[in-house]
Nanobody
Framework: QVQLVESGGGSVQAGGSLRLSCAAS????????MGWFRQAPGKEREGVAS???????SYADSVKGRFTISQDNAKNTLYLQMNSLKPEDTAMYYC??????????????????WGQGTQVTVSS
C-alpha cells in the first residue's frame, strides 16, 4: 500500500523560502511520477511540479524559476524547494504519486496516490 507523508509547511513572509518533503513508501514500480499539487480556499486544485523516474521535471508556469522539485531515491523522499514565495502561493500542498508513466508527467493527470497535505501560508 502506497503511503505519502508530507512535512515542511509553515508560515513565511513574502520573498521567503520553504522546503517541503514527502516520504514515500509501499510502491515498487520502476517507472513512476511524483508531484506536488496545491489547493487554495475556494480554488481548484492545481499541479505545481512533477518529476518522473528518469528525473524529468515539469512545472506550472506560475512557479517556474522559483520552485524546484527533486527526489532522493535512497531516502524515498520527494522535495519541493520554494523560493521567492508570494502571497498567492498560499495553499494546502499535497504530494502525489502515480505509476502511469509517461502519462503522469502531465500536471493535468489526476494522480492515484495522495498524501494528507501540508499548509503553506505566505504573508505580505
Amino acid at each position: 500500500q502506497v503511503q505519502l507523508v508530507e512535512s515542511g509547511g509553515g508560515s513565511v513572509q513574502a520573498g521567503g523560502s520553504l522546503r517541503l518533503s514527502c516520504a514515500a513508501s509501499g510502491y515498487t514500480s520502476s517507472t513512476y511520477c511524483m508531484g506536488w499539487f496545491r489547493q487554495a480556499p475556494g480554488k481548484e486544485r492545481e499541479g505545481v511540479a512533477s518529476i518522473d523516474s528518469y528525473d524529468s521535471t515539469s512545472y506550472a508556469d506560475s512557479v517556474k524559476g522559483r520552485f524546484t522539485i527533486s527526489q532522493d531515491n535512497a531516502k524515498n523522499t520527494l522535495y519541493l524547494q520554494m523560493n521567492s514565495l508570494k502571497p498567492e502561493d498560499t495553499a494546502m500542498y499535497y504530494c502525489a504519486a502515480d505509476t502511469r508513466w509517461p502519462l503522469c508527467s502531465s500536471l493535468l493527470l489526476v494522480y492515484k496516490y495522495w498524501g494528507q497535505g501540508t499548509q503553506v501560508t505566505v504573508s505580505s
